[in-house]
């Protein structure tokens, strides 16, 4: 597989949030044909479409030779690691990891669509990777979610 750029967003609203995002981001590093490039600051932000606690989130630049499907399957096993649990769409969870964007490459399976389908409704998702690839953000997404409560913290993480 050709080397591409992906981002990844990570999630977390149970349990020590920032700390399953450190271990996410350290997780995507030992991965054999991956290289985390950069993290985005940590953030907090309400659910969207889901009830529960905020969560804390970011986005991280990594370059990859995985195919998409192996990178996916990747981070499913980083996401059960941390005790992932779907009992529900959108229910709380210890981590989750969605890649955003795979290079230029648009996918449409019945497991994996690039790029993410919801990326441009949430703030979440826009301003932590606006942080690290401004160029990938247009500022019409961006005022689209402005009314979505996001903060960005200043603990490292």
């Given amino acids: ?30 991965l054999p044909g991956a290289q985390v490039l950069q993290c985005s600051a940590l953030y907090r932000s309400a659910p969207v479409d889901a009830a529960g606690p905020d969560f804390h989130n970011a986005v991280v630049a990594l370059r990859s030779t995985l195919a998409p499907e192996e990178l996916l399957a990747a981070l499913q096993a980083i996401e059960a690691t941390a005790g992932r649990e779907r009992p529900y769409r ?23 669509t690039v ?9 979440f998702v826009l301003v932590p990777l606006a942080e690290i690839a401004p160029g990938l953000v247009e500022p019409a997404w961006l005022d689209a979610v402005r009314s979505q409560h996001i903060e960005r913290l200043d603990q490292a993480w």
């Fill in 1 to 30: 597989m050709p080397e591409f750029l992906a981002y990844i967003g990570l999630g977390a609203n149970l349990g020590d949030a920032p700390a399953a995002l450190r271990g996410a981001v350290q997780a995507m590093e030992a």
């Fill in 90 to 112: 959108n229910a709380p969870r210890t981590l989750d990891l969605d890649i955003l964007l795979c290079g230029d490459l648009a996918i449409s399976t019945p497991t994996l």
């Fill in 115 to 123: 790029p993410h389908p919801r990326m441009r409704e949430r703030a």
